[in-house]
């Protein structure tokens, strides 16, 4: 893992995510943790993306959210966005079921994330992508795009811009909305 950390430090990596795909989530509170560090003894500035609480979530362990507080800047808490309204519907009901347990442990530089942006794609009609727009800039979430910049229409990019919707998302207290 050291050797990981600083090969994305010479490579000036800005932004890493470690996924837990076929890790035993048992192992995670000290994993992830120990990768943080590692990131941090670079001395490169690196956001650090968990994936550490979705599979825990799935195997019926509450994630230790103080500890994901100390290690990294955000975290996935619940499963893939796939592009649909359906798949975003399911993630905006997880998060309004656990917003009492999950949103005190949100702030700045650590944050609750519920996957990607899908604007811009093709699942999502232009009032659904308002919705999830307006949605992850409430749950103060990372506003990352999964989406080909090139062919975004003027009326999505319209929405990707709103000036108030993004200083909503981004609050100086970085307080989650619930």
Not at 81 to 102: C, H, P, V, W
Not at 103 to 109: C, I
Not at 142 to 170: C, F, G, H, W, Y
Request: charged share 20%.
């Amino acid at each position: 893992m050291k050797l990981d950390a600083q090969t994305f430090a010479e490579w000036e990596v800005d932004y890493v995510k470690l996924d837990g795909c076929y890790a035993d989530p048992k192992t995670m509170d000290k994993g992830y943790p120990e990768f943080g560090k590692y990131l941090n003894q670079t001395g490169r500035p690196m956001v650090y993306s968990c994936s550490w609480p979705v599979y825990q979530e799935e195997e019926g362990t509450i994630p230790n959210y103080e500890l994901m507080t100390e290690h990294c800047n955000l975290w996935r808490n619940w499963d893939d966005i796939q592009d649909s309204y359906t798949s975003l519907i399911g993630i905006m009901d997880y998060f309004a079921k656990n917003q009492e347990r999950i949103q005190p442990h949100s702030g700045p530089g650590h944050w609750n994330d519920p996957d990607m942006l899908l604007l811009g794609n093709y699942g999502l009609s232009y009032e659904q992508s308002k919705t999830q727009m307006a949605i992850w800039a409430i749950l103060a979430a990372p506003l990352l795009m999964s989406t080909d910049l090139r062919a975004v229409s003027p009326e999505i990019k319209a929405v990707l811009q709103n000036k108030d919707i993004i200083a909503v998302n981004q609050d100086a207290l970085g307080i989650q909305g619930k």
